[in-house]
């Protein structure tokens, strides 16, 4: 009976054998595949959201007026925007001269985009304290609120960036020099020569390439001026709060005669009591379209450094910096006819004005109009003479008194 019952378990054995190793094999590939699937699962916990260094970046445009044009990175051409534009990683706005348009960025930094501007939604990334946005400015003037972290706005003469609050940045169209507002926060410039840091109620000047110096002038920071104010008031609600206060407060100031007169109108070019008098050139000037104009000015009590300011006949503003008390321009450089105005203000070794002068007049010819003048004498003095009528001459004999016949016979 044993022996029976050995047997049929040794044929169970040698016919299931295949069977049985299959089976094991199966049981030990699932094991397997369970623990790689668990040390899997672990090492992508442990992925910090650090890694993750750029952050997408996008603005949504709201309350536009005006031309609004929008043109994303894959574009081509511009096309007009609307309250539904969604504007893109790289993508561009361009107002018209009654253009604006407000951008709510993905980040909840608010940038209100002035007339006659172009701006470029660079980048934003994560930083140690929050996120790192940048933007470019070709031309025009933006106002940011910012929400958190910092941001930086690339112009052609330099970079201005603010962290904390309210900062305004404006392009130059014809100069290319940029002035920077701090409303509120910790702001910074910076070109090739240099760097200045400055808080609430501060600017600076970005200056251009001086194509006559060869070189960048360093920034300076002064107090913003009620202009300055003016300009954010007007195109920014959110701000009136601070605005409002600020103004009260330089109002308060100015009555108690903390503020040297910014403004005035005499001939002599003198800022007031304690103020440096403008020299040369007397106001009433007129000069010719080209030549070098000597701009001089009397020595400022405490001055480090002056700041040489042209307004335009079209209303820009052009400043130059120097150490010295006086500066040389050239009147071509002035691109239209008309007249300019001119002042200087004198600022202390720590960057702080200490008075700004009278401003003077003078009267540049119209340049456009003198050359076409020249071009018409030029070509009326190139144009070919016309060749005189030939004058009827007699003949040297009298055909009346040649004697003889004359006459021909044929061949």
């Known amino acids: 009976m044993h022996e029976a019952v050995g047997e049929l378990a040794n044929m169970f054995v040698k016919k299931y054998k295949t069977l049985v190793w299959i089976l094991i094999a199966v049981v030990f590939l699932v094991t397997a595949c369970s623990q790689e699937a668990e040390v899997s699962e672990v090492e992508v916990a442990e992925v910090p959201k650090e890694t ?184 920014n609600p959110e701000a009136a709060a601070i605005i409002n206060s600020a103004i009260a407060t330089i109002t308060a100031l100015a009555a108690q005669g903390v503020f040297a007169p910014q403004n005035g109108g005499s001939s002599s070019g003198s800022g007031g009591s304690g103020c440096f008098s403008l020299l040369e050139p007397t106001g009433g000037s007129d000069f010719f379209t080209f030549g070098g104009v000597n701009f001089s000015w009397g020595a400022q009590a405490g001055a480090a450094t002056y700041v040489l300011q042209f307004t335009y006949p079209g209303g820009q503003v052009v400043q130059f910096e120097t150490t010295g008390t006086d500066m040389t321009r050239f009147i071509e450089s002035m691109p239209a006819g008309g007249s300019y105005t001119w002042d200087v203000t004198a600022y202390d070794a720590n960057g702080s004005s200490i008075c700004t002068s009278d401003s003077l007049v003078f009267t540049k010819a119209d340049t456009d109009a003198w050359l076409e003048q020249q071009k018409q004498k030029q070509k009326k003095k190139d144009a070919p003479k016309d060749a005189p009528t030939p004058t009827p001459t007699e003949p040297p004999w009298d055909p009346n008194e040649i004697e003889g016949e004359c006459y021909f016979e044929g061949f």
């Open 52 to 235: 993750a260094v750029a952050t997408s970046l996008s603005a949504r445009l709201s309350e536009l007026q005006g031309l609004v044009e929008i043109k994303q990175v894959d574009e081509q051409e511009f096309s007009e925007a609307n309250s539904k534009s969604i504007l893109g990683l790289n993508g561009q706005i361009r107002t018209g001269q009654n253009g604006k348009a407000r951008l709510d960025l993905s980040t909840g930094t608010i940038v209100r985009v002035s007339p006659s501007s172009l701006f470029t939604l660079v980048s934003n990334e994560e930083a140690g304290d929050g996120l790192d946005t940048k933007l470019k400015l070709d031309f025009g003037r933006i106002f940011i609120i910012l929400s958190g972290g910092s941001l930086a706005v690339d112009t052609p003469s330099g970079v201005a960036s603010v962290r904390g609050s309210l900062m305004m940045v404006e392009v130059d169209p014809n100069t290319f020099n940029i002035l920077v507002t701090c409303l509120e926060g910790n702001c910074s410039a910076s070109n090739q020569a240099g760097t200045v840091n400055f808080t609430d109620g501060e600017k600076t000047v970005l200056f251009a390439f001086d194509p006559e110096t060869g070189q960048f002038l360093p920034p300076t920071v002064s107090p913003m001026s009620d202009e300055d104010y003016q300009k954010w008031l007007q195109e």
